[in-house]
């Protein structure tokens, strides 16, 4: 059974980095048939992907066209979990962050969330 | 604005079928098998209850089925319970941008 952990502040100041990281218990994050999500929800913008990365015989990652030129989803393989960097924040970027887990076009499983809300 | 259109709100009696529609375009829905419906419950995470238009994951009851005609994919609930009242959110696979969610639903059980 996998299992999400998500970690990170919840408090981020405009312009800085937002940092998150989802650490996975079940399964690898090197498996060949996962893909390891970043999701986002708030009232202004519902449900949003923000991108992901999966190993397939070498690490690939998909970004959102809203945030790519912003985020950075990086895999650890010695910790077994994966990282979501969001730059140059504004108070649009406050949202509940979820990590999930699935195959490429599902969302299987998620972690419990992160509230983060960007303000100075 | 989401990507997907759901209605805002849907209802039924226990025992009642209803039908929550999720309508996108030939760029996702129509074009793709890749459709997928999560249930919400208030300050839970999203679960999945179906993948792939039809397929149920494990352990989610026959009570939740999906299909898809065109542009359209659709959730049905049947036998409504009291516990399915939840918000509902589809979701598809889009060459442009890999995957768009609906706006969601919120079903009530009256």
């Known amino acids: 059974q996998v299992q999400l952990q998500q970690s990170g502040p919840g408090l981020v100041k405009p312009s800085q980095t937002l940092s998150l990281t989802c650490a996975i218990s079940g399964d690898s994050v090197s498996s060949n048939t996962a893909a390891w999500n970043w999701i986002r929800q708030s009232p202004s913008r519902g449900l949003e992907w923000l991108g992901r990365t999966y190993y397939r015989s070498k690490w690939y990652n998909d970004y959102a066209v809203s945030v790519k030129s912003r985020i950075t989803i990086n895999p650890d393989t010695s910790k077994n979990q994966f990282s979501l960097q969001l730059n140059s924040v504004t108070p649009e970027d406050t949202a509940l962050y979820y990590c999930?887990?699935?195959?490429?076009?599902?969302?299987?499983?998620w972690g419990q969330g992160t509230m983060v809300t960007v303000s100075s | 604005q989401s990507a997907l259109t759901q209605p805002a709100s849907v209802s039924g009696s226990p025992g009642q079928s209803i039908t929550i529609s999720c309508t996108g375009t030939s760029s996702d829905v129509g074009d793709y098998k890749y459709v997928s419906w999560y249930q919400q419950h208030p300050g839970k995470a999203p679960k999945l209850m179906i993948y792939e238009v039809s397929n149920r994951p494990s352990g989610i009851s026959n009570r939740f089925s999906g299909s898809k005609s065109g542009n359209t994919a659709s959730l049905t609930i049947s036998g409504l319970q009291a516990e399915d009242e939840a918000d509902y959110f589809c979701?598809?696979?889009?060459?442009?941008?890999?995957?768009?969610f609906g706006g969601g639903t919120k079903l009530t059980v009256l």
């Open positions: 999930a887990a699935g195959r490429l076009n599902t969302f299987d499983i």
């Open positions: 979701s598809s696979y889009t060459s442009s941008s890999f995957a768009v």
